[in-house]
């Protein structure tokens, strides 16, 4: 069982920078592919980013590659992302997402989601 909590949403100006963490519970994050998805209001979930567990390379989708980053911290169970050059459109709640295997996760069919933190981007 892997429970999962993302924090650092908030309203930011566009083209500024927000950082998100995803805590994870468990002691077995590590063997865990990792993701990030958001929803804006009245549009579907959408796929952001995902990384494995070993932290190789990195999956991303293009509406924020060269602006977000995603990256893993093994020792402290955390997954964050650096989310840099933010524009209005960025502008949704974001989950954090995991699952064994990281091409589940991209499919968005990952086992285990957080709540989900809001991000505001004003324009």
């Known amino acids: 069982q892997v429970q999962l909590v993302e924090s650092g949403g908030g309203l930011v100006q566009a083209g500024g920078s927000l950082r998100l963490s995803c805590a994870a519970s468990?002691?077995?994050?590590?063997?865990?592919?990792m993701g990030w998805f958001r929803q804006a209001p009245g549009k579907e979930r959408e796929f952001v980013a995902a990384?494995?567990?070993?932290?190789?390379?990195?999956y991303y989708a293009d509406s924020v590659k060269g602006r977000f980053t995603i990256s893993r911290d093994n020792a402290k169970n955390t997954v964050y992302l650096q989310m840099n050059s933010l524009k209005h459109e960025d502008t949704a709640v974001y989950y954090c997402?995991?699952?064994?295997?990281?091409?589940?996760?991209?499919?968005?069919?990952?086992?285990?989601w957080g709540q989900g933190t809001q991000v505001t981007v004003s324009s």
């Open positions: 997402a995991a699952d064994k295997h990281v091409r589940t996760v991209v499919a968005g069919s990952a086992e285990y």
């Open positions: 468990g002691r077995t994050f590590s063997s865990y592919a």
């Open positions: 990384i494995s567990w070993s932290g190789g390379i990195p």
